[in-house]
């Protein structure tokens, strides 16, 4: 069984930024891809960003292009996603997910998934 864990959410204003970390433990991690989605009260999953384990290419939603920067640590086993020009918008439950295989975008490719970490931005 593969556990994560994210941290470093909080209240920050709008334009703030905040450090989100995902780290993986468990039996032998092995995953291609790594994903971080986020869930707003009263909306559906929707997806931040990935990234490729093995040359680290990435991928972001449109709304967080320019602003999240996802990158990882493979021998921590680690995965972050740096959050700058924070917007109230970007209020959520943030999760780190991954395993699986298939289209990086999507909530079903990924088998693990973490507790969330809560973002807030205050307007």
């Known amino acids: 069984q593969v556990q994560l864990v994210e941290s470093g959410g909080g209240l920050v204003q709008a334009g703030g930024s905040l450090r989100l970390s995902c780290a993986a433990s468990g039996r032998t991690f092995s995953s291609d891809a790594m994903g971080w989605f986020r869930q707003a009260p009263g909306k559906e999953r929707e997806f931040v960003a990935a990234?490729?384990?093995?040359?680290?290419?990435?991928y972001y939603a449109d709304s967080v292009k320019g602003r999240f920067t996802i990158s990882s640590d493979n021998a921590k086993n680690t995965m972050y996603l740096q959050m700058n020009s924070l917007k109230p918008e970007d209020t959520a439950l943030y999760y780190c997910?991954?395993?699986?295989?298939?289209?990086?975008?999507?909530?079903?490719?990924?088998?693990?998934w973490g507790q969330g970490t809560q973002v807030t931005v205050s307007s």
């Open positions: 990234i490729r384990w093995s040359g680290g290419r990435t």
């Open positions: 997910a991954a395993g699986g295989v298939g289209n990086v975008y999507t909530s079903r490719r990924y088998d693990y």
